[in-house]
């Protein structure tokens, strides 16, 4: 089954210097059906104004992901890490004990797109840690590559939970299949785009909570940006954070 939910149906905050929308249940937005899915607990669609973001902050117990769509996200944190991500870059925080960081659109002049992820950690007050690889485009055309993973298969990211992140780019002609296990759920969020899975349109901003497919098929993309998150079969009602 394929639960699509529509780019319009989520939540939305607009500061002035930044424009979110939200998947799940997010700071101000509160809906008590979209509390997160299995342990994906935040898909936030940001695009900050030049020059402008997140100051310092904390966070704890949380695996904090960034995808970087256009323009350039600079990372700051108390590990002493410092970093600018761009298109193709893949961050990984996970704040463990506890972490402060902030986040700013590096230019002056551009907006910045990005995704951050929420993933609920499979363990608590372990020490924080950082980590950061660059995925080509050539690794993600018409193909599905792993960003994510519990022990950082194929050089994808090591998150603290049962979870597999894929990232896709797909126009044209351009085919994939994803065989997924009888007891997992999957995530669909398209990123950029459109794309049709199993039969199915989504567009840019759309996603779908997926349950008792054995296999997903996406195809007749138009310059899509596509992530497939693989999960645990839970139904959480995860709090508010």
């Known amino acids: 089954m394929i639960e699509q939910r529509l780019s319009e149906q ?28 299995s342990d994906l607990l935040v898909i936030n669609d940001d695009r900050v104004a030049p020059g402008r973001g997140f100051g310092a902050h904390p966070h704890n117990n949380m695996e ?3 995808y970087v769509l256009e323009g350039a996200l600079e990372h700051k944190d108390s590990m002493g890490t410092g970093s600018v991500i761009v298109p193709g870059d893949v961050q990984l925080m996970s704040a463990g004990s506890g972490v402060t960081h902030s986040e ?5 002049t551009d907006n910045v797109h990005f995704l951050q ?12 840690g950082y980590q950061q690889i660059s995925v ?8 599905l590559r792993l960003i994510i993973s519990p022990e950082g298969e194929n050089g994808s990211l090591s998150v603290r939970q049962d979870i597999r992140i894929y990232a ?22 398209v990123a950029r785009g459109s ?3 199993n039969g199915v349109k989504f567009k840019e901003g759309d996603g779908a909570r997926v349950r008792n497919e054995s296999v997903l098929e996406f195809a ?22």
């Not at 050539?138 to 193909?143: A, F, L, T, V």
């Open 136 to 143: 080509a485009e050539s690794d993600k055309r018409g193909q």
């Open 220 to 241: 007749n993309g138009e310059d899509a940006e596509v992530l497939v998150f693989d999960l645990r079969p839970l139904e959480v009602n995860h709090p508010q954070r």
């Open 117 to 128: 992820i929420w993933i609920v950690p499979g363990e608590r007050n372990s020490p924080p």
């Open 10 to 37: 989520r939540g939305v905050g607009d500061h002035g210097w930044l424009n979110s929308h939200h998947t799940f249940s997010f700071a101000s937005y509160w809906d008590p059906k979209q509390t997160g899915f």
């Open 104 to 108: 700013f659109n590096h230019s002056k």
């Open 64 to 66: 904090i992901i960034s």
């Open 168 to 189: 896709g780019l797909f126009d044209g002609v351009e085919q994939q299949t994803l065989a997924l296990d009888a007891d997992r759920y999957a995530y669909i969020h």
């Open 195 to 197: 794309i049709e899975v």
